[in-house]
């Protein structure tokens, strides 16, 4: 914005033609004549970072997003040149840099074909009022290219034809299409002739991306200030772009504790203490399996963090361990606003040790939420962190707190505009010294961790659980998080769907949304419609405003009930499948839920699919998001495809009719497939699992399963006690060979799998049990197609 317009204008800046170049190890770095340096370094064969400065020197290379953990180091590194360009090649990928104007294109280096390049590429303002630059960048769309990915935007997941905006907003009852909300990952996918690369514009300004929006075929991406700083990361396989990028930004530090995949019941607020006994009494009663129970924020002394409202609850720390007992784990909120009163020791504290943000000018940066006028402080300051994180000693510690929520932490203001802290407040920044504008995307996620932090710390041997609402990328290495107040609309049912996928494919997994919404009421249809969507959901939890009336799984009746039941059952059940999918995350960046085009992305038909999703490696699942539904049309990707309740195969390939009554959801397994089971629990532990159960898929043909398992809590896996096994399975027509490869130190409670032959095209009239022939009385097969074996078999062997 050019406030005064006697200032000369000079519009957009464009680097020359380039006059040097030197190369230091895997970053080279090119100088044009007007002095603008384009620095290349190879990060990994598949990811080159790219960084520009209009000033010939680079500021401080620092990033809240990068991990430490991240992969370096290539296989192959050549540079050339030729008339035109300067060309770097890697195994994986060929990039040209124009001598003329420096542009980037990239190519593949199998095939040599074109995958990304500038059209005006790099360019810039220089910004006046805050000096620096406004950083851009363009590029040229190719054919028939598809977008994916940004975080949590609440729009169809092909994000061609849009343009966004990345500022991390407090969105109350946000809106189909309504942008920006509580995220910020900068980070695309573009996919095209069946190849896919990404890229990560890591700069934490106000930044905003169009995919062919203002002009139909140009891409493009700038930020109000900062850097121009992005990562291409190459593919082809999208799965690899997003593991790559999860990969560089950082997978979670530690598995969550099993019973974090478990049912979390929320809501605004239950108190006081008798409502939350009747509450977790009623689960118990009504059999309704539940892991953790949630205190907003009248929990608290006036809204003070860190204390408890004597009033309603006088003694937590006995509430907490009886509701242990009862095997719930009980989660608080956790807001950054610390009240302003001089008798509250933190903020006495934050203030003796000046932790709170701070205007421009010195002025404390004063702002109204919850507990009235508040200070703030700046978690981007590692020492306030470190105070943060030790204020939830007692919490944890002494009463036995299991999980901390990170709310408003955009940071929301309430009763300004913009909702949030005016551009000149000042940040640490971890010692880069900067405004609100750099910091505030990463604010909440700087919270978070430091919340993340405590809970380590206080939690241990146990592992940490948070959830966070605010995040830019990386969060996902601390915490889970939520999409925040949705609304209780079938709309929402549908956007919750989306989100989750885009989360996952935007490298943070961990994602759920409030089930059956967080404004308004929904009635039982919706809420049993939601729930089926929601037990897919890495994390799953009910929550509603409250002011509105009940939201608990028996709410809407008893029919309603037993559907919720029945779906909560569902998850327990598929706890070690969940938990495989999760520790693939953690390890390699898979993401737990995949959109179509992620699982395929040879099928066009799935480039605009947004319902389906693959659940983990080999369920197919897709809600019912329209009311008084008997079933809906979906896609079948391409494979074979069981159904869940009958066992019916599908063709994929096809769109097709599915039968979904309220009480069922279209569910497809994939066929091969080997789907591990434990028992319905009320909660995880309550039973130790004395049998494993494995449904096995029949397919004429190969497949591979895995199942992991380890102590459910505590860190000793990582110390190789952990349980891995691996399945090849082969059905030919009078024959299924089941092989099974064990890695890993921990020992499993149980000695025996049961397991389950779906879609067996023969009757079983032989078992060999690694090459020795058993007797049925041995192996115990059952009237209904399954056996009890040892868990230590390594060949199956099923005859007709
Ligand atoms: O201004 O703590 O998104 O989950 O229940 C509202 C009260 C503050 C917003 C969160 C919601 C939470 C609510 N919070």
Redesign the pocket.
């Known amino acids: 914005m050019i406030l005064n317009t006697e200032l000369e204008y000079k519009g957009n800046l464009s680097p020359t033609n380039i006059v040097s170049y030197k190369k230091n190890l895997d970053t080279l770095s090119f100088t044009s004549e007007n002095n603008v340096v384009l620095q290349i370094t190879v990060q990994r064969d598949s990811v080159l970072r790219i960084r520009y400065t209009t000033t010939g020197v680079f500021e401080k290379d620092f990033s809240y997003a990068i991990t430490k953990y991240a992969s370096r180091g290539y296989n192959f590194l050549e540079i050339t040149e030729d008339k035109d360009n300067y060309i770097i090649t890697t195994s994986k990928i060929i990039c040209h840099v124009a001598k003329m104007d420096m542009r980037v294109a990239m190519y593949d280096a199998k095939d040599n074909m074109l995958i990304c390049e500038d059209e005006i590429g790099f360019h810039w303002e220089e910004s006046y009022e805050f000096g620096g630059n406004v950083v851009k960048m363009t590029k040229t769309a190719q054919e028939g290219e598809s977008y994916y990915g940004l975080g949590d935007k609440p729009v169809d997941n092909n994000l061609k034809g849009k343009r966004f905006e990345n500022w991390v907003t407090d969105s109350?009852a946000y809106k189909k299409d309504q942008d920006p909300l509580y995220k910020a990952i900068p980070f695309y996918i573009g996919l095209h002739h069946e190849k896919s690369y990404g890229i990560f514009f890591d700069n934490t300004f106000r930044a905003d991306f169009d995919f062919c929006h203002e002009r139909r075929n140009i891409t493009s991406f700038w930020a109000q200030g900062g850097e121009m700083n992005y990562y291409f990361i190459y593919g082809p396989e999208m799965s690899d772009v997003v593991s790559i990028y999860t990969d560089l930004t950082g997978k979670p530090h530690e598995l969550p504790a099993l019973w974090t995949l478990g049912y979390h019941q929320c809501k605004?607020s239950y108190y006081p203490e008798s409502q939350v006994t009747e509450i977790a009494d009623k689960f118990r009663k009504l059999k309704i399996p539940c892991d953790a129970l949630y205190l907003?924020?009248d929990y608290m002394e006036g809204f003070r963090c860190f204390t408890w409202s004597n009033e309603y609850f006088p003694d937590p720390k006995r509430m907490v361990k009886e509701l242990a007992d009862k095997g719930f784990k009980t989660i608080v909120?956790i807001d950054p606003g610390i009240k302003i009163d001089k008798d509250y020791s933190v903020y006495k504290e934050g203030l003796e040790k000046d932790y709170f943000c701070k205007r421009a000018d010195g002025a404390y940066m004063k702002g109204k939420v919850?507990p009235g006028e508040c200070y703030f402080p700046d978690f981007t300051n590692p020492e306030v962190r470190e105070w943060w994180s030790d204020l939830f000693k007692e919490l944890v510690e002494d009463i036995g707190v299991k999980g901390v929520w990170n709310?408003?932490n955009e940071p929301?203001v309430m009763d300004v505009p913009g909702k949030t802290f005016p551009n000149d407040v000042r940040h640490d920044y971890d010692g880069n010294r900067c405004s609100h504008r750099k910091a505030h995307n990463v604010y909440g996620m700087q919270m978070a961790r430091a919340t993340y932090q405590g809970l380590k710390k206080f939690s241990y041997p146990k592992r940490p659980f948070v959830i966070t609402?605010a995040a830019y990328s990386g969060t996902q290495r601390y915490t889970s998080s939520w999409t925040?107040?949705n609304i209780a609309t079938w709309e929402h049912l549908s956007i919750a769907n989306i989100q989750a996928q885009r989360m996952c494919m935007s490298g943070f997994s961990f994602i759920g949304s409030?089930i059956g919404g967080?404004a308004e009421q929904p009635n039982g249809e919706l809420y049993a419609r939601w729930i089926q969507l929601g037990v897919f959901h890495p994390f799953c939890r009910t929550?509603s405003?409250g002011d509105h009336g009940d939201q608990e799984p028996w709410s809407f009746g008893p029919n309603v009930t037993d559907i919720v039941r029945k779906f909560i059952e569902i998850r327990y059940q598929l706890l070690p499948y969940l938990y495989t999918a999760f520790w693939r995350y953690a390890n390699e960046g898979v993401p737990i839920l995949k959109s179509l085009v992620l699982y395929d992305q040879k099928d066009p038909h799935n480039y605009y699919r947004n319902d389906e999703f693959i659940f983990g490696e080999k369920i197919l699942a897709c809600p019912i998001t329209e009311p008084n539904a008997k079933g809906r049309r979906m896609y079948f990707p391409f494979g074979n495809w069981y159904d869940f309740w009958t066992n019916e195969v599908i063709e994929g390939g096809q769109e097709l009719w599915v039968d979904a009554d309220l009480d069922s959801m279209p569910i497809f397994v994939k066929e091969g497939a080997i789907i591990p089971k434990y028992p319905i629990q009320q909660y995880v532990g309550e039973k130790e699992i004395d049998e494993l159960v494995l449904d096995v898929y029949y397919k004429s043909g190969e497949e591979t399963s895995q199942v992991f398992e380890d102590a459910q809590d505590g860190y000793d896996y990582i110390k190789g006690r952990y349980s891995l096994r691996n399945f090849k399975l082969v059905g030919k027509e009078k024959s299924l060979i089941i092989q099974q490869y064990k890695s890993g130190k921990y020992i499993t409670p149980y000695e025996t799998i049961k397991i389950k032959f779906h879609g067996l095209p023969f009757k079983i009239s032989k078992i060999q049990i690694d090459n020795e022939e058993k007797l049925f009385g041995d192996v115990k097969l059952n009237g209904d197609n399954t056996i009890v074996i040892s868990k230590e078999f390594t060949e199956l062997h099923i005859i007709t």
Request: hydrophobic share 45%; aromatic share 24%; no cysteine.
């Open positions: 109350y605004w907003d924020i909120i919850w709310d408003m929301a609402r925040g107040d409030d967080f929550h405003s």
